[in-house]
């Protein structure tokens, strides 16, 4: 089991930027596949962006392609997601959750999740 806490959420402009962190408890970290989700209100809980343990692997949401990239520091038990050219659309609330190994879509496969954080894009 890991603990994560996750923070850098805000509210910015449309076409800004923020970097999300999801910082994680336990000496096992790597071993970890780790996945950010978000949901808006009145909306199903999505997945955003996963990257595998050792941070090699990584997959994404189609519409966040070319602007979201995550990455992890396994030193820091960190993992980040760093949002550009930010949209209104992507107002939620941002979760980061783990696995031991799963990377996919599927939150319901992601056993220990943090209490999230919230982003604000106004037009």
């Known amino acids: 089991q890991v603990q994560l806490v996750e923070s850098g959420g805000g509210l910015v402009q449309a076409g800004g930027s923020l970097r999300l962190s999801c910082a994680a408890s336990?000496?096992?970290?790597?071993?970890?596949?780790v996945g950010w989700f978000r949901q808006a209100p009145g909306e199903e809980r999505e997945f955003v962006a996963a990257v595998s343990g050792p941070g090699y692997s990584t997959n994404y949401k189609d519409s966040v392609k070319g602007r979201f990239t995550i990455s992890r520091d396994n030193a820091k038990n960190t993992v980040y997601l760093q949002m550009k050219s930010l949209k209104p659309e992507d107002t939620a609330v941002y979760y980061c959750a783990a696995s031991t190994g799963y990377r996919g879509r599927d939150p319901s496969n992601y056993n220990d999740w943090g209490q999230g954080t919230q982003v604000t894009v106004s037009s």
């Open positions: 336990g000496r096992t970290f790597s071993s970890y596949a």
